[in-house]
T-cell receptor, first 114, second 115 residues
Framework: GENVEQHPSTLSVQEGDSAVIKCTYS??????FPWYKQELGKGPQLIID?????GEKKDQRIAVTLNKTAKHFSLHITETQPEDSAVYFC?????????????FGKGTHLIIQP | GAGVSQSPSNKVTEKGKDVELRCDPI?????LYWYRQSLGQGLEFLIY????????KSGLPSDRFSAERTGGSVSTLTIQRTQQEDSAVYLC?????????????FGSGTQLSVL
């Protein structure tokens, strides 16, 4: 089955700086890569996703890049703000998989220092 | 409703007792999922319902875990004879159509503590 590794587990950055979270996956059949943000006491919320026919996708201050050859994808947050503090999860799935075809990383706790 | 609703938000139980966790998905969503989130861990898939099809139970960790979805809407996750290792946050999610390349909408979870 798919294995998703996520790094770092904790990331502390100064407000206004950029943050980068990286994930690798093992199954070359994976073709969908969502990122979820989980704030304290809440469930995860989808913030951006990318499909394997695209190398990069941007939405305001967040962007995701995908390298299919290397089987890794990254989340980039620019001009970080206090409200960006949360746990971020990457995930990978493939069209032919069932519900267990979506595999999550273990999460990155992003801390924005004022 | 406006979002996925889970109850209770917190549940404390004694080892060996049974517990029931409830999930009310977004109206009109045909797919419903249960995940378990242990401290410092990712999201562990438990079970998935799609419409009236038989559920995908491939993620249930033992036969003490079961779930049902009545009328294609509300779901209940039952854990029998709870153990301390069952302590975790149990998250429910729903999506418009079939998994896996669909946006999941998560509830806020039920924090289960087994003493």
């Amino acid at each position: 089955g798919e294995n998703v590794e996520q790094h770092p587990s904790t990331l502390s950055v100064q407000e206004g700086d950029s943050a980068v979270i990286k994930c690798t996956y093992s199954d070359s059949a994976s073709n969908y890569f969502p990122w979820y943000k989980q704030e304290l006491g809440k469930g995860p919320q989808l913030i951006i996703d990318i499909r394997s026919n695209v190398g990069e996708k941007k939405d305001q201050r967040i962007a995701v890049t995908l390298n299919k050859t290397a089987k890794h994808f990254s989340l980039h947050i620019t001009e970080t703000q206090p409200e960006d503090s949360a746990v971020y999860f990457c995930a990978a799935s493939y069209s032919g998989g069932g519900a267990d075809g979506l595999t999550f990383g273990k999460g990155t706790h992003l801390i924005i220092q004022p | 409703g406006a979002g996925v609703s889970q109850s209770p938000s917190n549940k404390v139980t004694e080892k060996g007792k049974d517990v029931e966790l409830r999930c009310d998905p977004i109206s009109g969503h045909t797919a419903l999922y249960w995940y378990r989130q242990s401290l410092g861990q990712g999201l562990e898939f438990l079970i998935y319902f799609q419409g009236n099809s038989a559920p995908d139970k491939s993620g249930l960790p033992s036969d003490r875990f079961s779930a049902e979805r009545t009328g294609g809407s509300v779901s209940t996750l039952t854990i029998q004879r709870t153990q301390q290792e069952d302590s975790a946050v149990y998250l429910c999610a729903s999506s418009v159509t079939a998994f896996p390349n669909e946006k999941l909408f998560f509830g806020s979870g039920t924090q289960l503590s087994v003493l």
